[in-house]
């Protein structure tokens, strides 16, 4: 489940990161700033180190579920604090909702399968 949830942050983030470079998420994110060319950086960051976790996870590395655990707090952190920061309007955040769900059914899961 940690791989899987490892696959759903690339999957989301390829698209949203072509839509960022394009132009064609201004709708939801705005206009092209330099808030957003960060937010950019930090999500292609994201999916980078998802694809090097799935890599370890699939080679057996004994650092792959501490290493996916600690994105995986800092991504809920964060997506967490845009429904304070931003509510619950933005699909956005409404994305961040789901995603934030699937990576905490993902622990929960690993955890109980191991007791």
Known sequence: MLITALYLNIAILVPVVFGLLTGE???????????RRILTCVYISIAAVSMGLIALHLSGHKWAVPMTFALFSVQITYKLATVIAI?????????????????????????????
């Open 25 to 35: 998420a201004d709708a939801v994110f705005g206009q092209d700033t330099t808030a």
């Open 87 to 115: 509510g619950v309007a933005s699909p956005v955040v409404l994305t961040n909702l789901a995603v934030v769900g699937l990576q905490i059914a993902a622990i929960v899961a690993w955890s109980v399968a191991r007791g």
